[in-house]
């Protein structure tokens, strides 16, 4: 089912994932057997028992694998460094069935960066998805607000999702448009 770009891979310990498309969270048990498809972002697609899972990145060891390293900014940074960290870890979240970034295909309509106290920001952030229907979409709401929160200076990420306008292919950035022959 899965081309030679997938990796085999056997759990080393019982850790958490989320079934794709449906979003229910379940344990995986230690032993478990099974295909890597995508790792992308830090988080990883697992293809197991004839089902996919999506398993984060904390849990990276399980696969034995390492995780990403948190996003770093220089004591003297300045709000347009924090947005570009801020696009960049955007950048960093994946849909666990297509293999490319939330920003590229379209899903992010909105991103604010606001002072708030002490030298800290807020990040409001207004998202869609795919499909209306899709159970990952609390998963990748709770991505894009964990990635964000790790952020050095950024005291509170909103994530709100919307669906007017409905997201179509036009969205998409080029390069994605190529990657999926959605040209």
């Given at each position: ?64 694998k390492e995780p990403v390293p948190p996003p770093q900014l220089p004591p003297d940074a300045e709000d347009e460094d924090v947005e570009d960290l801020v696009w960049d870890q955007l950048r960093t979240c994946f849909d666990p069935e297509i293999p490319i970034n939330i920003v590229d295909l379209g899903l992010i ?75």
């Open positions: 089912m899965y081309g030679q770009d997938s990796e085999p891979v056997t759990l080393a310990r019982d850790c958490i994932a989320i079934i794709v498309p449906a979003g229910d969270q379940v344990m995986l048990r230690k032993g478990a057997r099974g295909l890597i498809t995508q790792a992308l972002g830090g988080s990883f697609t697992v293809y197991l028992d004839g089902n996919l899972f999506r398993i984060a990145g904390e849990d990276a060891d399980a696969l034995g309509y909105e991103c604010k960066l606001q002072h708030a106290e002490g030298g800290e920001r807020d990040v409001e952030v207004k998202m869609t998805l795919t499909a209306p229907g899709c159970g990952m979409g609390e998963v990748l709401v709770m991505d894009v607000k964990d990635k964000l929160e790790i952020i050095p200076t950024i005291r509170e990420a909103r994530v709100e999702l919307t669906f007017d306008p409905p997201w179509n292919r036009d969205m998409m950035s080029e390069a994605a448009r190529l990657q999926t022959g959605m040209y």
